[in-house]
C-alpha cells in the first residue's frame, strides 16, 4: 500500500502530464504554417454527422464574420480569413499572446456523398457549416 504522501506525488504528476498534454495539442493545433511565402495559422475543427447532415465547426475565435470567407470546390470546403488584434492592444504592452491573429486558412475534404451546404453561422468564436445530405 502507497502512503498518502506518495498518492498525492503521483496525482501532482499525473495533473502535470495532463497539462503538458494540453499544451502540445495547443501548439499542433494553433500552429503557424506557410502558404505562399505568406505566414498563416490552422483553425482546429470538430466534424459531426448525424442521419441527415454533416457538420464542420471551426474555431476562429474573435474572427469577425464580415472577414471569414467560405469556398467549396470539388468536395473540398476551404474557410479563410483573418483575425486581427483588438485595437486596444496597439497601445498595450503584450505579455502574453497565445490566441493566434493574423490570416488563417483550413482545408478539409468532404465525403464522398452528395451534400449541399445548408446553414453558415458564426457565432460564439466557431463557424458551424451545416451540410444536408442529398440521398
Known sequence: MMPPRDRSLSMWAEACEMLDRAERLHRRFFR??????????EAP?????TERDYMLVVALPGASPE????????????VVGERRLPASAARAAIHRLEIPHGRFERRLELP????ELGRR?????CLVLTFKKLR
Open 32 to 41: 503557424p504554417v506557410t502558404d505562399v511565402g505568406q505566414p498563416v495559422w
Open 45 to 49: 475543427v470538430d466534424v459531426y454527422e
Open 67 to 78: 472577414s471569414v470567407e467560405v469556398v467549396i470546390e470539388r468536395r473540398v470546403v476551404t
Open 112 to 115: 464522398a456523398v452528395p451534400l
Open 121 to 125: 453561422d458564426l457565432a460564439d468564436g
